[in-house]
């Protein structure tokens, strides 16, 4: 992006190789021994960047995933779909601009897009209410998400929020029903349905477009019942820096925990420094991915699909209890 990246508190080393790196290359002439150091700093730049984020905790993969520069989804309409049609309002109330909803085509799919967009600047983000969507958001995305599958066309969720707005005007306009009735239409949509964390996946906010034959999480976002300040609040009274990183590896709500946990399908890879270095290349990684989950979904019958959809969110949460036998010799 053009815009300056803005720093990350693990990201001191980073920063000051990145500006050694860019003094360089300022003065940079034709002398080999110049280029010789640039192209040595570039090899430690990337093996200390890669290093860097192989070992992120859960909380600063939180802090990833709140970047600034971080893509969104009007960014990733602009760089991966094509002649996207913005359908507005829920025909009760009006226009939600935390979720997007609008037909587009991506290769050689037309797909119906939902997605969550907080805003990059100050005026973006007070429209959009930092991605806190209220009830007629979810409203409008399950009126698109029925035409869609009306007409046969395949969905694409792309979550990106905090939660829901939390506010009482939400509350009183009945924003945990229309969630709950979004969970129940989405399970029974007869059309291929595509989830993707593209940053933050905040509560029932995030699960009110999650429910899909294939769910998938960015490298770097995270996905959870409630945000670690949240916890961190309930469970220890307060959110400061310990407790919201002792609150973020309580949580598993890494994409590597939510892997094994299998609440999720796969783990699409972010470039070298995550998305907000390089959204085109993290645009391109997505697109890729979209693209093979259409062709797969395409090609199941849709009773089938909607039996695999059911099975696959009955099978979250099951666990095996047993006791443990031991042999006990006689006499003891």
């Known amino acids: 992006m053009s815009k300056p990246i803005a720093s990350l508190p693990f990201e001191k080393e980073i920063q000051q190789m990145e500006a050694l790196l860019a003094s360089l290359e300022s003065r940079a002439d034709e002398q080999g021994d110049t280029l010789e150091e640039i192209r040595r700093i570039r090899r430690e730049l990337a093996n200390l960047t890669r290093n860097v984020y192989m070992n992120l905790s859960a909380w600063e993969t939180v802090l990833v995933s709140r970047h600034p520069n971080r ?11 094509d002649e996207f049609v913005e359908l507005h309002g829920d025909r009760a109330i009006g226009d939600d601009r935390a979720i997007r909803t609008g037909f587009a085509r991506i290769g050689d799919h037309r797909v119906l897009l939902v997605g969550h967009q907080k805003g990059h600047n100050l005026k973006e983000k007070n429209e959009c209410l930092f991605g806190c969507a209220h009830p007629e958001g979810y409203r409008k995305a399950l009126n698109k998400m029925k035409l869609a ?23 009183e306009r009945g924003q945990a029903q229309l969630i709950a009735t979004s969970l129940l239409e989405m399970a029974r949509l007869e059309t291929p349905i595509v989830c993707v964390v593209i940053g933050e996946g905040g509560s029932g906010g995030a699960l009110g477009i999650g429910i899909g034959d294939r769910v998938s999480m960015l490298e770097f976002s995270y996905y959870s019942v409630i945000s670690p300040e949240g916890c961190a609040g309930i469970l220890w009274k307060e959110a400061n820096d310990e407790t919201k990183r002792l609150a973020a590896d309580a949580l598993k709500l890494t994409a590597r925990d939510l892997f094994k946990l299998r609440v999720i399908d796969d783990i699409i890879p972010e470039p070298l420094g995550a998305a907000h270095r390089d959204p085109q290349q993290m645009g391109n990684f997505l697109k890729q991915y979209l693209l093979r989950y259409l062709r797969d979904l395409k090609k199941i019958p849709l009773p089938e699909l909607l039996e695999q959809r059911y099975q696959k969110f009955r099978r979250m949460g099951v666990f095996e209890e047993g006791v443990e036998t031991v042999a006990v010799a006689e006499g003891q």
């Open 149 to 171: 599958a009306k007409f046969k066309q395949p969905i694409i969720c792309l979550i990106d929020t905090p939660g829901a707005y939390p506010g009482i005007g939400a509350e």
């Open 71 to 81: 893509p969104q989804t009007t960014d990733y309409i602009q760089m991966i779909f």
